[in-house]
Every structure is written in structure tokens, then in C-alpha cells.
């Protein structure tokens, strides 16, 4: 088995310059060949079990996302030989064909050529604007920030086996607080636009052949790692909403004339929305650990449905001795949704995550007094749960997970995990949350996906237990369902070599 593990970090981690470059590196974080030749496998107490992480090294924003004949690829900014991102810094790779279970490949990019590459975007270049298409598959083309040179186009010709970059590039000159490019088709006058930071806003460019670049306008007032996306409105195609999203989520819901983003309403924060107290101060409440959310655009069009990824980000130094650092969010659909006469974006899992079902436990119509707990049976580290709640007259709603509590209050209204907090208003008494339980986080979804918690955790390897408690008062779980996660990791451990 050990001799699998060591053709499988020669072939697919490692190039003669990448090992030049580790071994002459000065990285208090490097990541040793004894730790990762004896972890070539996704089983270890911490790792995310349904979560995208690199087999070894730091991972960080989600970028160059692509969907092409049916395999989503997965671009990630990205040092497989440190816990953070120093020397060998690229663009990891990955493959699916459901958003659920990745393959790694090779990264793209590179520190040196690229000059450490920042984020981006990618598309496929359906009209051939760019030319370069030569038999059946169509062009793929990558727009990253070059640090020492500005924006830049790298493509492929066989559907992302391999990369080239452009001789154009630059195609934007590099300038300070001037990055992460995210190019789209925009419909109304088939022509290609792009949204960029540009510190202390976002700027737009038009471009008829991807190459050369007419400045728009630009906005202030928003951040890194731009996305823009027109949405359907409750379902409706005859009724849809332009969203500017940054890189930590926030969001704006507006108009795009393709020229200038006019914003409708005041920037919403992922997890926060503009809560009142009780004596009618205003609060905002942040979620954490969220960062370089990014979408893939699932046609020519840019059309749903919008599956999003991003990733769970830790600052300060990667003070443990894991061979990766970091992971991605379960990939989530976005959506237009109007509550409470109010158009909010809403986040839920993807459907894919139905085929990770296993062991399951449901009730219905089920009375929680004090005292008593509906998931003591439990004893596993991942988890679905979906809880529709009718809070009754309890004083506190109690959620624990391998020793971390979630906590409902009925004066608040509000949900409390670790340090972040999001308001959750019943509606008809009722309160719908969702939660995926990894072995090291905890994502929660509160009533149609709204307002959202995403934190990284690390619990006892040995603590097992999960309670449901009501305080104060009963609790009436309407219905609950409770699904044990398999492993994303089966099948390509299996091609590693590794058996559990």
C-alpha cells in the first residue's frame, strides 16, 4: 500500500520544480514528505469527510469555477507543501460530476510564471470568440491576477486536461488594489463583461473578444472577489434581480444596464440582516469563517441553477500538525426568495447531497419537554439534520454538537453558535433549521436559507453526542429527519490504495 501512496504523491503532487522550490523554501509552515507520504488517505480524526479538501497543503478561495459536458471543475487558490499559503503558491484542481465527490488534479499556475496568482474566473468560450477552437471541444478559458503583471487569460483546448497561457496577457496592467477578474456573457448585446476589485470598489469593463478591455464605470463600497449574477425571482423567469455578491458573501440586489450596477437597497451580509430590539435599536449580526464566495454559471447564459462554493477561512497562523490547512463549504443553490414582502438571496445544500444519505432517523409530531433529548441515539461525526420546530413557550432552544451549542432565545429571536449570531423570527411559531455536521464544522440554514452560520470547529475526537433541549418550556418537533453522511473520500482512496 505504501508503495501506491509514493506513486501517487510523484505523479499527481509533485514536479521537479515544485520540489526545488519546497526544499530551498523558508516556510516555519512547510509540510514534511515523511507526514504526508503516511497520510495519503482523507480518514484522519479532523479531515472533512464531506467537504472538499486537498490531499495535503493549504486551500483557499474557491475561483475559475467551470461546468463543461457534464464535469464541474473546481479551481481554489492553493501550497501543497505548507499549512499556508508561502512559496509554492498556484491553482489547485479538482473535477466532479456531481459538485459532491472531487478528484484532485494537478494544479495550474504557479508561483514563479504566474507570480504568486491571485483569483479569478472561468467560462467556456461557447462562440469561439477567442478563436483558439480547432476540433469538437470547445475553449475553456481561465481570467486570473498576475501580481507582477495584471489580469491574464490562460485557456484549454481539451476540456481542462491541460493550460496555456495567452500571448495577450496582460490584457489589464496591474496597479495596486487591482484583482480577481470574474468575466461573464451578457445577453442583452452579446458581448463579454468583467467585474473587478478595484480598491474601494468594483469596476466594469466590456470586451467583444476577450482580449482587449473598455472600461465602464465602477462602483465604491464593495470588496474582494466580485460575483454577478441575474436571478429569477421566486421561481420566475419574468421577474428577475441582479446580485452583486463580494467575496465574504454580502450582498446587493439591483439593476446592471451593462454598463453601471445601480444597487436597489442597502448591502445584506451573509448570516446578518438589520435586526430591531425591543426598545428599536438596529444591530447587525455577522456569520464567520466564510470567504471568496464564487459561482458556477451553469450555461452559455449564465443561467441557474446557481450553485455556489467558497471557502472556511481560519487567520493567524496554522498553529497544528495536519498535512492541510482549511477546507471548502458544502456546496450550496442560491436563490431569489421573497419574505415577508422583502427579496432575500437564500442559501441551501445543493440536492446532490442526498446521495451521502445513510443510517437516517425520523420523527413526527413529537413533544420536547425539559429535560428530555430526541438525539441521544446518536453517536456518529457526520451528519444531516432537518428540524422543523414549533417553539411552543419555551424560554431557549438548545442545539449541541460534539460539545458545541447552538442556542434559539424567544426574546431575541435570534440563533447563537461559537461567536456568531443570526436572527431566526418564527413564522406561524415555527422555525426550520438545517445543519451539516462535519468533523470539523458546522453549517446551519435557518428557515428557507436566509440567514446562515458556517464555522470551523474541533471537538473531542472521543465526544460523540448531539442533544435537542428545550429551557423554560416544551417544544413540539413537528417533523425531523436525521440522515448519517457517507464518506466523499470512498472511491478515491480506493484508487490510492487505501482501504479503511
Request: glycine share 8%.
Amino acid at each position: 500500500m505504501r508503495i501506491l501512496f509514493l506513486i501517487a504523491v510523484s505523479f499527481v503532487f509533485v514536479s521537479p520544480g515544485a520540489v526545488a522550490q519546497v526544499r530551498d523554501a523558508p516556510d516555519s509552515f512547510r509540510i514534511s514528505y515523511p507526514d504526508v507520504y503516511d497520510n495519503m488517505h482523507y480518514n484522519q480524526a479532523l479531515r472533512p469527510q464531506v467537504h472538499y479538501t486537498p490531499i495535503t497543503g493549504q486551500i483557499a478561495d474557491a475561483t475559475g469555477l467551470i461546468r463543461y459536458n457534464g464535469v464541474y471543475h473546481l479551481f481554489y487558490m492553493f501550497d501543497e507543501w505548507s499549512k499556508q499559503r508561502g512559496e509554492n503558491k498556484n491553482w489547485g484542481h479538482a473535477t466532479s460530476s456531481d459538485c459532491v465527490h472531487w478528484a484532485q488534479q494537478p494544479p495550474i499556475l504557479n508561483t514563479v510564471v504566474d507570480n504568486r496568482p491571485g483569483s479569478g474566473s472561468g467560462i467556456v468560450d461557447w462562440n469561439n470568440t477567442l478563436h483558439l477552437q480547432t476540433g469538437i471541444e470547445k475553449t475553456l478559458a481561465v481570467f486570473y491576477t498576475d501580481y507582477g503583471r495584471g489580469i491574464c487569460l490562460a485557456f484549454s483546448k481539451d476540456g481542462g486536461k491541460t493550460w496555456i497561457r495567452h500571448k495577450s496577457n496582460p490584457l489589464l496592467p496591474i496597479r495596486k488594489g487591482f484583482r480577481d477578474p470574474m468575466v461573464f456573457w451578457y445577453k442583452p448585446d452579446h458581448s463579454w463583461r468583467m467585474v473587478l476589485y478595484d480598491e474601494p470598489g468594483v469596476s466594469f469593463y466590456r470586451s467583444n473578444n476577450l482580449l482587449d478591455w473598455k472600461f465602464l464605470s465602477k462602483l465604491d463600497g464593495f470588496f474582494e472577489c466580485p460575483d454577478l449574477l441575474c436571478m429569477p425571482v421566486d421561481g420566475k423567469d419574468d421577474h428577475k434581480k441582479w446580485v452583486l455578491i463580494d467575496g465574504n458573501g454580502a450582498y446587493t440586489i439591483g439593476f446592471f444596464d451593462g454598463v453601471k450596477f445601480q444597487p436597489l437597497e442597502e448591502k445584506q451580509y451573509l448570516g446578518v440582516k438589520t435586526f430591531y430590539n425591543r426598545v428599536g435599536e438596529r444591530t447587525n449580526y455577522y456569520t464567520k469563517d466564510i470567504y471568496a464566495t464564487q459561482t458556477w454559471k451553469q450555461s452559455y447564459e449564465g443561467d441557474g441553477p446557481f450553485y455556489q462554493e467558497a471557502f472556511m477561512m481560519i487567520k493567524g497562523a496554522p498553529n497544528h500538525t495536519r498535512t492541510w490547512s482549511q477546507q471548502l463549504i458544502f456546496p450550496v443553490e442560491l436563490s431569489l426568495k421573497t419574505i415577508n414582502g422583502k427579496i432575500w438571496l437564500c442559501r441551501n445544500p445543493i440536492d446532490a447531497i442526498k446521495q451521502l444519505r445513510q443510517r437516517e432517523t425520523f420523527l413526527e409530531d413529537t413533544l420536547v419537554e425539559p429535560g428530555t433529548n430526541p438525539l441521544s441515539s446518536l453517536a456518529g461525526d457526520v451528519y444531516e439534520m432537518i428540524f422543523d420546530l414549533d417553539v411552543g413557550n419555551a424560554a431557549e432552544i438548545a442545539l449541541t454538537f460534539r460539545g458545541q451549542k447552538a442556542v434559539w432565545g424567544s426574546t431575541s429571536r435570534q440563533l447563537a453558535f461559537m461567536d456568531s449570531h443570526i436572527p431566526v423570527v418564527p413564522a406561524n411559531n415555527r422555525i426550520r433549521l438545517r445543519v451539516i455536521v462535519d468533523r470539523n464544522s458546522v453549517e446551519i440554514y435557518a428557515n428557507q436559507g436566509e440567514a446562515t452560520i458556517t464555522r470551523l470547529f474541533y471537538p473531542d475526537p472521543h465526544d460523540r453526542s448531539y442533544s435537542l433541549n428545550a429551557k423554560g418550556g416544551s417544544i413540539r418537533l413537528v417533523n425531523m429527519e436525521v440522515y448519517e453522511l457517507g464518506s466523499i473520500w470512498l472511491k478515491r482512496e480506493a484508487e490510492l490504495g487505501y482501504t479503511r
